[in-house]
């Protein structure tokens, strides 16, 4: 079956923006993206954006019922804040964990998600994350500083691997969670599985940098209380992380609030901003352009529920239009769109309007007003509107 949409403005991002621009979908793949005129359109979608589905490429979907119950901190205290996170996980049980997951899950189709990276506490989320009606990553999360927290570590997650590999929408990645609560073997045993990606949360407080510059500050007490310390297992430096990691598939960086705008970063490897978390823990201005300036991959995430008020990445977008109104509003939309895809090893399918890659797409309501199409996609004018969402080439009821 075949059918063409049209709207005010089509984004296909891989281009420029096409006033009243034409997509044309055959079964669940775009066949054109094309100019007006081009052909006649079967459904007018009227004052919308068409925009590629969003990506959200770092969530914990097993947070989604801690929304508004762990206050962030300020940047000092931020291992008080995951004192919280950890209190509260010990008061779930696994059916509150479930409904957790889809409840998040939920909110993340109804504001137009079709790719997700979920990290995954045990890997809780596959089956549902699966099922759902979204392409997706589950990150496998691996904890363990100690030698025998690191031998059960990975043997479950290597176990883990090997039973979800194949999967049509839904791929299985490794998380060694961090270098402060992973031990350097943890990241050493990720990369055998060479066809997978992985995520790593890195440079997200300073008490990270001065344990492993130093091995004191905050971080130091919060292992020794938890049981969780043991120094040999604390990988050398940021710096070694991202060496160890520049021949691995896709794998994503997470916060890198504190990483240097100097760092090497290779081609294989995608720092993931979360920008109202950031904000929330009151971190100074995220280096963020100065990576893009020098051509690494940049893309936006939401975190979890435990430190944002909502699972939107769009309005991720928007709170980055707010307070940096002169970065171009084109950058701005590929890093929820394709960069997420490209960082999560799904480009090939999604991420773009671009004719062989899945009908997916979101219509977003536009502003009743003239201006810059960037502009208006990015406006919260309509930030209470519905959007309308097509995945694999059907609309999403």
């Known amino acids: 079956m075949t059918r063409t ?104 189709l109804e ?27 589950v ?35 490794l998380s060694p969670h961090s270098p402060f609560s992973a031990s350097w073997k943890l990241i050493r045993m990720t990369q055998s599985f060479r066809t997978s990606p992985a995520a790593i949360h890195l440079a997200e407080s300073p008490a990270e940098i001065a344990l492993l510059e130093s091995q004191t500050g905050p971080f130091l007490s919060f292992l020794q209380e938890l049981d969780a310390w043991h120094p040999d297992g604390l990988s050398r430096s940021i710096e070694w992380v991202l060496w160890r990691t520049r021949r691995w598939p896709p794998v994503v ?16 490897q995608t720092i993931v901003y979360c920008p109202r978390t950031h904000a929330a823990f009151g971190h100074p201005p995220h280096p963020f352009r100065e990576f893009l300036n020098r051509g690494i991959r940049v893309c936006l995430g939401t975190d979890s529920l435990a430190s944002n008020p909502d699972l939107d990445i769009l309005a ?6 707010e307070r940096y109104l002169d970065f171009p509003g084109d950058r701005l939309l590929k890093m929820v769109t394709l960069s997420g895809a490209e960082a999560l090893g799904w480009a090939d399918e999604c991420g773009s309007l671009a004719p062989g890659k899945s009908a997916d797409l979101v219509a977003v309501p536009l502003p009743n007003r003239d201006g810059d199409p960037h502009e208006l996609v990015f406006s919260n004018e309509m930030a209470d509107a519905p959007r309308r969402t097509v995945f694999r080439g059907n609309w999403r009821s």
Not at 60 to 70: E, F, N, T, V
Not at 263 to 268: L, Q, T
Not at 316 to 321: G, K
């Open 253 to 268: 960086f997470i916060h890198c609030n504190y990483l240097s705008p100097n760092s090497e970063i290779w081609p294989n």
């Open 139 to 173: 990150f496998r999360e691996m904890l363990g500083l100690q030698n025998r927290r690191v031998v059960e570590s990975g043997g479950e997650a290597k176990k883990w691997m090997l039973n979800y590999i194949l999967h049509t929408t839904c791929r299985p990645g």
């Open 5 to 108: 949409l049209t709207a005010r403005w089509v984004f296909p991002v891989a281009g420029p923006p096409l006033e009243y621009g034409l997509v044309t979908i055959r079964d669940d793949k775009i066949e054109a993206v094309e100019p007006r005129g081009t052909r006649t359109a079967d459904e007018d979608l009227g004052n919308v954006a068409i925009i590629p589905g969003l990506v959200n490429p770092h969530t914990h979907l097993d947070l989604s019922g801690a929304r508004g119950l762990i206050p962030p901190t300020d940047p000092e205290h931020f291992t008080d804040w995951l004192k919280g996170v950890i209190a509260y996980r010990k008061t779930r049980t696994a059916e509150q964990v479930q409904a957790d997951i889809r409840g998040g899950l939920g909110e993340c």
């Open 111 to 137: 504001y137009g998600t079709t790719l997700i990276g979920d990290i995954a506490s045990g890997g809780a989320s596959w089956e549902i994350v699966a099922e759902s009606p979204m392409r997706s990553v």
């Open 316 to 321: 991720e977008a928007r709170f980055v239009h």
